[in-house]
């Protein structure tokens, strides 16, 4: 196979993982029997609550939403349009439920971060989803945000 045909191959797959990834994430959003048919068939048999289905939808969305505009004019956050820097936000927000939900309680006193006053620092804050997440799961905790001006 010639060099362009293998580019051209290579792209091609990328393009259908991008499209398969929209195809799953909207199968589960949608909770009807086809779209579970679909689930079944790639043996994924979890069915999300419509929290969970957000969620998932905004941890796809955001990587794709973030290339497209990388891929018109820049990497920059601050050239991201409202939709990807919101669905980026989601998509922490997931991170920031998760370490007090999953992770605190498995570690030596961890639990006693969660139940006591605490202080978290969030470098590069964004639009400060995992901030407040955080603060949601630790009512006590304080979180400050740091973000590079330009």
């Known amino acids: 196979m010639r060099r362009e045909e ?15 990834l929209a195809a799953v994430v ?5 909770d009807e029997p086809a779209a579970r048919a679909v689930l079944d068939l790639l043996g994924i048999d979890w ?3 419509e929290e969970e289905r957000e969620r998932l939808a905004a941890v796809a969305a955001a990587p794709l939403l973030q290339a497209s505009r ?19 936000g989601r998509s922490s927000a ?7 939900e999953r992770l605190l309680p498995q570690l030596p006193d ?27 799961h630790m ?3 304080v979180s400050e945000g740091a ?3 330009t």
């Not at 293998?6 to 398969?20: C, F, N, P, Y």
């Not at 909207?26 to 949608?30: G, K």
């Not at 990388?70 to 980026?88: H, K, V």
């Open 6 to 20: 293998r580019s051209a191959q290579a792209l091609h797959e990328l393009d259908r993982a991008a499209w398969s």
């Open 26 to 30: 909207t199968a589960i959003r949608q």
């Open 47 to 49: 069915v999300p609550n």
């Open 70 to 88: 990388f891929i018109m004019g820049g990497p920059s956050w601050e050239l991201q349009d409202d939709e990807a820097l919101l669905a980026q």
């Open 94 to 100: 997931a991170t920031g439920a998760f370490f007090p």
């Open 110 to 136: 961890g639990s006693r971060l969660i139940s006591s006053p605490t202080r978290m620092l969030d470098v590069g804050v964004g639009v400060a989803a995992m901030a407040v997440a955080l603060c949601e």
């Open 139 to 141: 009512p006590l905790a």
């Open 147 to 149: 973000a590079p001006v």
